[in-house]
């Protein structure tokens, strides 16, 4: 009898029995070739697999002409990797057999687990309790497998792969959609785009996408990563994973599912509301360098691109693009889609069209270098590009090749080709079908592209990746929060370095007491850990001028609350000086159930959600980061001395956004928010008049 190994696994050592196993159990192989469970043992036939394969099942002496086995614990050896392919009902002993085996990993095929409701849900518990005694670990459940193309590890019950004329790539593929690894090797394949290795994730039960392509990281075979995802889970280990391959230069790019607009409060505050669901998908591919495209042809496609252009390669400006063409209305359709996507074309400089002269080359000085069909000639091409490639106010080059491209393409295709290994980044787009042309551009490493929307979007997403910063923790994550009254609120934020209003809490219990007239006009506020937003109920009144107007406004206030306000109990008051200022600014952090520490800088004031005016990121951030999201807000633009108007002291903006992001390090604070937090003139700071600060419960420790 097999006895099991010892518990725990390498991340190298899952890397290979995932996808380089020298051995392969299929529990519930079917000897039928029209059901599900008689691909993956066909499909390993076909692909020439060199290892072992084990069919077991109780019912049969072979399948598919290969010897069956009545259990694992039958096997003459430990198998590396089990497919369980069996019915629902049958997988928890399969798994159960498999550990007590010491079978290393294994992917199950069937569903009926988490997805499916409450029953489902205590199964899945159950698979785990069972994984988690034995050590063994789970890819699924409702994974159609894993490939390993250059091996011939066909673990799949995907119908795609019953192809036997494959290409064999260096990407490596991981998809939450099952058809999916399916549809891009098809797909893949008639755009001329190889793959190597692909698995279906299924419910991430146990191993999840991060984890799974941590362990291919030092794959020398594998030099880029596509993601297909429907969700952000596990987010924290996709995010460790995508620091890991920016280290080692290999490249990760994703599709997204859900890019709705409407947005999910995280709490609430403004802040949850602006941060809508694909906004922090967005700010987190981003920051954590992982291209995000927006078409499938994209994904197919953009690779290469991103291959060239290191994460956050540009910074605080759109990135430039050069468009040189032999045909003005296919580059056209090119700017269109860089532009909507934030790339501008830029025109040359005056510099740079006093190269073309001296080479012979009339330019008029418009956003596209349009040749016309005197650039369909090598000479002219090439002249162009050399010229092009060392101006300094490009950070991509993009020859946009017409019908010649199709059946002469020596003549504006080959001097792109020619131009391969230059300094700057080189991309093609060839307006007609020119299959041939295409793989003669990729062979030379030049991305190039079928459509204007694939180039645009995936020019974008390379651009778009930021330098991965600190992977944060949330250790509280998922536990009740409470509310802080404001005074406590600004106690907290005062700790972390903000500049808060001064104030002074009134107990109503013991009379309104004098001020001094410094403290006038003045704001008056109901004090109260259960409300959040006080205006709604009439909790606020601004602009009080005096001593004898607050006595008044603070008997009206706690009358109206305490009709108005239900449970809410009325104690105290905080009154404080009015403050003004040039502009105005939300300020948020909060914990995101996905993907942790985040924090937001918008326009300010009462109307934030409609203008929804926002920049948003991973939390902490750094000042420099904290400049380039207010370069975001447009609101912010105006502050910056436009038109001769007072300039707002932006830089002290900058350092209240990085403070608020470094409560990412306090493990108690799950969200906060100043709103408005008031932009004074140059050189006067910046003050918050009104904060929300929502800490864990005690009873989530």
Same mark, same amino acid.
């Given at each position: ?9 390498? +991340? ?35 692909? %020439? ?32 990797? +089990? ?21 290393? =990993? ?111 990281? !030092?794959?020398?075979?594998?030099? &880029? ?86 994460? %956050? ?7 430039? +693009? ?19 996507? %934030? ?26 270098? !349009?040749?016309? *069909? ?47 290994? @230059? ?17 003669? *551009? ?30 944060? #923790? ?10 802080? !009254? ?23 219990? +013991? ?26 109920? &009439?909790? =606020?009144?601004? &602009? ?47 914990? !995101? ?6 924090? $937001? ?18 939390? #902490? ?34 350092? @209240? ?5 470094? $409560? ?27 904060? =929300? ?9």
């Amino acid at each position: 009898m097999l006895k099991p190994q010892s518990k725990g696994i390498t +991340a190298e050592a899952l890397g290979k029995a995932l996808f380089s196993p020298t051995s392969i159990a299929i529990i519930g192989a079917s000897d039928d070739l029209t059901k599900t469970a008689a691909r993956p043992l066909h499909y390993l036939k076909l692909a %020439g697999y060199a290892g072992r394969i084990y069919p077991v099942n109780p019912r049969r002496e072979t399948v598919l002409d290969v010897a069956c086995w009545p259990s694992v614990s039958a096997l003459p050896e430990r198998p590396e990797h +089990a497919y369980i392919v069996t019915p629902t009902n049958g997988i928890l002993a399969a798994v159960e057999e498999c550990g007590r085996a010491g079978v290393p =990993v294994a992917t199950i095929l069937g569903n009926g687990f988490s997805e499916s409701g409450p029953e489902g849900i205590e199964r899945e518990r159950e698979l785990l309790d069972i994984a988690h005694r034995w050590g063994i670990r789970l890819v699924g459940p409702s994974s159609l497998g894993v490939v390993n193309l250059r091996r011939g590890v066909m673990i799949t019950a995907n119908a795609a792969f019953a192809e036997t004329d494959l290409p064999k790539g260096r990407t490596f593929v991981a998809s939450q959609s099952g058809s999916m690894i399916g549809a891009l090797v098809s797909r893949g394949k008639a755009l001329g785009t190889d793959f190597g290795t692909l698995v279906s994730v299924g419910n991430e039960a146990d191993l999840c996408i991060g984890e799974i392509c941590s362990s291919v990281l !030092d794959d020398p075979d594998i030099d &880029g990563f596509l993601l297909f995802l429907e969700t952000l889970r596990h987010a924290d280990k996709l995010r460790a994973f995508a620091i890991a391959a920016a280290d080692r230069g290999k490249p990760v790019l994703a599709y997204k599912l859900g890019r709705s607009s409407e947005a999910r409060e995280l709490a609430q505050s403004h802040t949850g509301a602006l941060a809508g669901e694909d906004d922090i998908a967005r700010a987190f591919f981003a920051d954590c360098g992982i291209g995000r495209v927006e078409t499938l042809e994209g994904l197919l496609e953009g690779l290469p691109v991103l291959r060239g252009i290191p994460p %956050g390669r540009v910074r605080g400006r759109k990135p430039r +693009a050069g468009i040189v063409t032999t045909t003005g209305g296919g580059a056209a359709m090119v700017v269109d889609e860089l532009a909507i996507r %934030g790339v501008s074309a830029v025109a040359p400089s005056a510099e740079t069209l006093a190269r073309f002269t001296a080479a012979g080359l009339q330019i008029d000085g418009a956003r596209i270098v !349009d040749l016309t *069909l005197a650039g369909t000639r090598y000479d002219v091409m090439k002249a162009a590009l050399d010229i092009m490639l060392t101006a300094p106010e490009y950070d991509i080059v993009i020859a946009v090749v017409g019908s010649s491209a199709r059946f002469q393409p020596d003549l504006a295709v080959r001097p792109v080709i020619d131009s391969a290994g @230059a300094d700057k980044p080189l991309a093609a787009f060839l307006v007609p079908e020119a299959g041939d042309a295409l793989r003669q *551009l990729r062979s030379a490493g030049i991305p190039a592209f079928r459509t204007p929307e694939a180039c645009g979007d995936a020019i974008a997403a390379a651009f778009g990746r930021r330098r991965p910063g600190p992977n944060i #923790p949330s250790p509280m994550e998922g536990a009740p929060s409470r509310q802080l !009254d404001e005074d406590q609120s600004y106690a907290r934020l005062e700790a972390a370095g903000l500049t808060c209003a001064p104030r002074a809490v009134i107990d109503i219990a +013991a009379g309104i007491p004098e001020l001094p007239p410094a403290h006038f006009p003045a704001a008056l506020k109901i004090l109260s850990g259960e409300i959040a937003h006080k205006s709604d109920i &009439g909790g =606020v009144k601004l &602009g009080i001028p005096d001593a004898a107007s607050l006595r008044r406004e603070a008997s009206a206030m706690v009358d109206r609350v305490r009709r108005g306000g239900g449970h809410v109990s009325v104690d105290r008051l905080l009154v404080q000086p009015m403050q003004s200022g040039v502009g105005e600014a939300l300020l948020g952090y909060c914990v !995101d159930p996905d993907v942790g520490p985040l924090v $937001l800088v918008a326009s300010g004031g009462i109307l934030t959600e409609i203008y929804a005016d926002r920049s948003l990121r991973l939390a #902490p951030v750094d000042l420099a980061t904290a400049r380039e999201m207010i370069s975001e807000v447009k609101a912010f633009r105006a502050l910056a001395g436009y038109r001769g108007k007072t300039e707002g002291d932006l830089d002290a903006l900058a350092q @209240a956004i990085v403070r608020m992001s470094r $409560l990412a390090y306090e493990p108690d604070i799950a969200e906060a928010e100043v709103n408005p937090l008031v932009i004074r003139p140059l050189g006067d700071g910046v003050v918050a008049v009104d904060a =929300v600060v929502r800490v864990w419960s005690e009873e989530g420790r």
